[in-house]
Nanobody
């Protein structure tokens, strides 16, 4: 199983990014996908998740209104749209797959390698 996160980069505050998580080696439509992030010196935290079909989403309160998660099961890909970026969004963003549509790390069994988002002020 492979989860490949991409789309990170350096962006100015107020800008937008779309992260992608491409999956292989699993029945993609049977897995919930979550996004987590880890800033330097901090714990990894949940930001968003989407259910197997895409009909339900969880968005962390801290990013609600700026982060949108979606999926395309035909492409085995989940997207995280990040708008109105802030310097505090700077982190490595990880995608993860699991059978539990949850908001904690232990709900997910497969993890990607992460993509770095850096927001300059």
């Amino acid at each position: 199983v492979q989860l490949q996160a991409s789309g990170g980069g350096l962006v100015q505050a107020g800008g937008s990014l779309r992260l992608s998580c491409a999956a292989a080696g699993l029945t993609f439509s049977s897995y919930a996908i979550g996004w987590f992030r880890q800033a330097p010196g901090k714990e990894r935290e949940f930001v968003a998740a989407i259910s197997w079909s895409g009909s339900s989403t969880h968005i962390a309160d801290s990013v609600k209104g700026r982060f949108t998660i979606s999926r395309d099961n035909a492409k085995n890909t989940v997207y995280l749209q990040i708008d109105s970026l802030k310097p505090e969004d700077t982190a490595v963003y990880y995608c993860a797959g699991g059978r539990v549509f949850g908001t904690v790390r232990n709900d997910y069994v497969y993890w990607g390698q992460g993509t770095l988002v850096t927001v300059s002020s």
